[in-house]
């Protein structure tokens, strides 16, 4: 079956962007969600799931929950054989799970460093890598960056970095595989309400800022035929 994937799909922007495609899909007939929580994994997808049955949704036939921790390198050669094993064909790639642990540079630590990059650089790079080499047939892939990659910010030094170089990675992504017939949509969000956000500025009123389903609502028009023409840029969303 022809299926999206969208990492870290439990909640903010990641669940949003699952259940606008799930229930205003676009030819896929299933949608997979990736998380670290089991029970947090599960009620998102049996959410969106309920939403589709609501709504009598028949494009999409199922939402299917997969168990994935992206900040461990074993995790991708998993995650495509749990794919072979439901028969999913991965035609859009979601790279949206992040990490990050704000702090002054002397509070960093080896391991937040390598958690950072592994999950919001490295992660994306290599699920484009494995749906190439395993023959998925991909028309579309997004790579959610950050502002914070285009201007660095005190105390995100990890986060900046690690965002900084998915907007590279996927100025390149899209020179390579343009090609092959897939484009490469990047995303930099601003200020979005989300739990990452809240690690990063505790003290901020998230009702005055962008929500996470305005960020789906651009994407969704993103991969839509009128939105082919916007793809070849970084696309900033700010409100």
Known sequence: MKAIVVTGGTRGIGFEIARLFATRPMNAEAVVLTGTDPARLADAAAAIQAEILDQRISNVS??????????????YDAFFDTLAALD?????LVNNAGFTAPGPIETVTDDDFAR?????????????REAMRRGHGLRIVVNIASTAGMN??????????SKAGMIAASEAMREELAGKGIDVVLLSPGRCATDLRRTLAPDEDPSTIMQPAEVASALHFLCSNA?????????????
């Open 62 to 75: 199922r939402v299917i929950p997969v168990l994935s921790d992206l900040s461990r390198a074993q995790a």
């Open 88 to 92: 999913v064909e991965v035609e859009m």
């Open 116 to 128: 950072t990059l592994q999950v919001n650089l490295i992660s994306p790079v290599l699920l484009v």
């Open 152 to 161: 660095g910010r005190a105390n995100w030094i990890t986060y900046s970095a």
């Open 227 to 239: 939105g082919a023409v916007l793809r070849k840029q970084n696309l900033v969303l700010r409100r």
